[in-house]
């Protein structure tokens, strides 16, 4: 299969692949089995794409297997607005370029979030202040990618990993100066920036469950409320990191957690996307066949979901290869 000869070594995709291996024909990619079924697969340009970095098959396995698309670290906070109000959109544009020439779906990452804030932001104190700071963050960045990014992550990961649930507290410049209503006001500027897009709260654990205490269970009451509410949001993204396979206790059971938490968000005419999906192995073990085996498995199970359940948007893998991934 041509995608496993761009690394001499394990190559994510190639689980991937092997999805649709039993009806493989000559021209089949996962792109077309997605397009066949009217759905999105996606990986993320990886952040060497930009610059410009990666052999030319990289960019010719991404847009023949996928057709949604995000970037990895080049529309983050720290990277669109890195001096207060001087925004630099050059990557941004670059990728809805590639996504608009290859008919691809594209993705927006991420708006809200405590991580990849540039330091100007973390020296200012006020709610009023950090207020105007994440509004105007948010009007000029959905507003410049007014219909061309179809859908954006809002908030990233602004719940607790405490075992009782609640908003992140600590080490949020958003929370600590304005209070959760930091989130449904970053939907609101972001529906009235573009009312076209799709708007997202994205987070990791989501696909561990929603029972007592869980982070789960916290987000789907958190929707619930702004579906009551009149908050513009439209779909929850679950992230998906299943860092170590070998570690049963981490993703056992997690598919079918995942598929519970989709039903729950379609009563309330919400959508679940996997936004950041992969399955790794703790570094520095030998992987075995058995081990490729479970982790095709498990992305197996995943796209099961993705494809039986009806709210489900979009699968998106986070890295084309083993050989550029964060993990
Ligand atoms: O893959 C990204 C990596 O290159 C960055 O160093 C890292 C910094 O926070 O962010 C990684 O992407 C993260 C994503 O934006 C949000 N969810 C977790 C992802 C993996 O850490």
Request: one cysteine or more; charged letters at 20%.
């Amino acid at each position: 299969m041509k995608i496993t000869q761009l690394t001499s070594g394990v190559v994510l995709t190639a689980a991937l692949v092997a999805i649709g291996a039993s009806v493989a024909g000559a021209q089949e990619t996962l792109r077309s089995l997605a397009e066949e079924r009217g759905r999105y697969i996606g990986a993320i340009l990886n952040s060497q794409w930009f610059g410009g970095g990666l052999p030319g098959q990289y960019e010719q396995i991404h847009k023949s297997e996928f057709n949604v698309v995000v970037a990895e670290n080049e529309m983050k906070f720290d990277a669109t607005e890195p001096s207060q109000n001087n925004f630099n959109f050059n990557n941004g544009d670059k990728m809805v370029n590639y996504a608009k020439q290859n008919g691809m779906r594209a993705r927006g990452h991420a708006l809200a979030w405590h991580s990849q804030v540039p330091g100007w932001v973390n020296n200012i104190r006020g709610k009023d202040q950090l207020l105007a700071v994440l509004k105007n963050h948010i009007e000029k960045t959905v507003g410049h990618f007014k219909g061309k990014i179809d859908e954006w992550d809002v908030v990233n990961e602004a719940v607790n990993d405490d075992a009782n649930h609640g908003w992140r507290s600590f080490g949020s410049v958003w929370f600590q100066n304005i209070g959760a209503e930091f989130l449904d006001s970053a939907f609101v500027w972001a529906h009235k920036a573009d009312p076209d897009a799709e708007l997202c709260y994205n987070d990791y654990a989501i696909e561990q469950g929603i029972g007592p205490g869980s982070k789960a269970g916290f987000v789907l009451d958190q929707v619930k409320r702004w579906v009551a509410n009149g908050i513009p949001i439209t779909c929850v993204g679950s992230q998906t990191h299943v860092e170590d396979v070998t570690t049963a206790k981490e993703f056992i059971g997690a598919p079918d957690s995942l598929r519970h938490f989709a039903k729950e968000l379609a009563k309330l005419g919400i959508k679940l996307n996997i936004t950041e999906l992969d399955v790794g192995f703790k570094s520095g073990i030998n992987v075995s066949k058995e081990d490729l085996a479970r982790q095709g498995q498990v992305y197996r199970q995943f796209m099961d979901v993705f494809l039986e359940e009806p709210n489900m948007g979009v699968y998106l893998i986070w890295g084309v290869s083993d050989k550029w991934s964060w993990l």
